[in-house]
Structure formats: structure tokens, C-alpha cells
């Protein structure tokens, strides 16, 4: 695990990995340690998924690991869960659970609040191919993810879980052509869907906004983008969050005393 601080200012920072015939993937930031974490995004066709845990407080911790498939969540066969012990990353071969199908990875800590990170692979020997996933926030509105791309080798796909009840969510795209294009989805509880994403007619670039219908209970989601290059699929994982479309204003009052020169 990395966890990177600025002492002074302020810094931005972003980890790639490259492991030779797998490819190359940048390493999605987790999400804040949380005694529920979700990970959506897991394809159907892993071949390979490889769980690493963290508890940062220092503190040991049980974990109980479930998976949201497509009809409902189970557990793993003989990884239904984990000891995490503090300051100490754990790492778990959990196989190709997803069965088939798009599914997401739900951790449920005892003790003490957990991060965690996925390392899938999808292929075998030169075909190999691999992303990295990690814990996402609950939309609690909508998201916003750019750079979906259409036509010849390129497909977008929104992964969507609710693990807590049913939920209805609108994926709208708005591209570089064409009016925009709708469509609703409707997550059973416990149940992860991966939805095509719609894409607006004539354009080959667009963006897509996962909006949870109110009313509706948590959902999370991921964006994967699948890139076919000669026969073998090429991919990349991004877990979604609610945008940022506020921003606090400090109150502000009239001072007339800025007019008078101050010795």
C-alpha cells in the first residue's frame, strides 16, 4: 500500500503499474477507510482476482467478504472471510468468482475501518490483460464520467450495484454528435448490472451521467472502457463518485475601513 502526504503545499500524485505481458494500468486512490467497503466493476470473465486489505488505524480487524453477482450476493468458497491485521497489508487469491458474470466485492470490517484494492486479470498467457478496482463512494447523486468512446474496436459499459435494495438509475449520454440518449436501469438488491452504455447517435466521443433516481437506495458504480486490439481484449476499470457542483462562499459584510490608508 502507498499512502502519500504533503508536509507542506500541496501535491498531487498517481501511481502506474506495468507488469510485462499484462499490460500497464494506473492505480485508482481508495476510498476513505469505512467499515462497508464496496467494489464495483468486477468483469465476468476474470480469470484471476487477487483482494489486498489494509486497516491504516493500526488496529486488527475480522472481515466478512461477499460478492454481488447478478441475481443476488454470496460468499466465496473458502474466502467467506479475513483477518486483517493492523499496519499490515493482506492479500487474498480469491479465483474467478465472478462466474460469468459482471459482480461487485462487498467488505463488511468488525473492528476497525479497512481499505481495500482488487487486482484483476482477464485472458491467459499472451492474452492477458490487467486492471486494478477499489472501494467507491455511495452515489448520492449523480456522477459524471468522460472519455467513453464509439464505433470500431472501443465499447463502454456502467457497472452498477445496490447492496441494500433495489434501485432505479438513468444513464444519459451527451457526445460530440447527435442529442443526447437516455436509458433506465433498475438494479435488484444485492445484484450488480452492467448496462451498455447508450450511445448518441453519429458520435464517436461522449460523456455519460449515472444519475440514482431519488428515493432510490445506495448504488455504487464503475465505468469500464474495452478496447479490442487484434483478437485480444484490452481494458481499464474507473470507479464512479457523486460530481462536485457546490462550492462554500465565506459570508462576506461591507468594511469601509479598506478605504482609509492604515499606517
Do not use: C
Not at 494506473?26 to 465476468?44: C, M
Not at 441475481?71 to 499490515?88: I, L, R, Y
Amino acid at each position: 500500500a502507498v499512502h502519500v502526504v504533503a508536509r507542506t503545499g500541496r501535491v498531487a500524485a498517481a501511481l502506474r503499474d506495468q507488469e510485462g505481458a499484462v499490460g500497464t494500468d494506473w492505480l485508482p486512490s481508495s476510498a476513505a477507510p469505512a467499515r462497508d467497503v464496496v467494489i464495483p466493476g468486477l468483469p465476468g470473465n476474470a480469470t484471476t482476482v487477487q483482494l489486498m486489505l489494509l486497516a491504516p488505524s493500526g488496529d486488527s480487524t475480522d472481515v466478512e467478504i461477499s460478492v454481488a453477482g447478478k441475481v443476488s450476493t454470496f460468499k466465496p468458497v473458502d474466502n467467506g472471510s479475513a483477518e486483517v491485521k493492523g499496519g499490515k497489508v493482506t492479500v487474498l487469491d480469491l479465483g474467478p468468482i465472478a462466474r460469468g458474470d459482471a459482480s461487485a466485492i462487498r467488505l463488511v470490517a468488525g473492528r476497525a475501518d479497512i481499505v481495500a484494492g482488487v487486482r484483476v486479470v482477464q485472458g491467459t498467457g499472451g492474452d492477458a490483460e490487467a486492471a486494478f478496482l477499489t472501494g467507491s463512494p455511495v452515489l448520492t447523486h449523480r456522477a459524471v464520467v468522460a472519455d467513453n468512446r464509439a464505433g470500431g474496436a472501443f465499447t463502454s459499459t456502467v457497472s452498477l450495484t445496490a447492496p441494500q435494495g433495489t434501485t432505479k438509475v438513468k444513464l444519459t449520454s451527451i457526445g460530440d454528435k447527435g442529442e443526447p440518449v437516455s436509458a433506465d436501469v433498475e438494479v435488484l438488491g444485492g445484484a450488480t448490472v452492467a448496462a451498455p452504455v447508450p450511445v448518441p447517435p453519429g458520435a464517436t466521443a461522449f460523456a455519460v451521467i449515472v444519475e440514482p433516481q431519488p428515493g432510490s437506495p445506495p448504488v455504487h458504480a464503475a465505468r469500464t472502457i474495452t478496447e479490442l486490439v487484434g483478437k485480444s481484449p484490452t481494458f481499464t476499470v474507473q470507479t464512479l463518485a457523486p460530481t462536485v457542483e457546490t462550492a462554500v462562499v465565506p459570508n462576506a459584510h461591507a468594511n469601509l475601513t479598506l478605504l482609509v490608508p492604515q499606517k
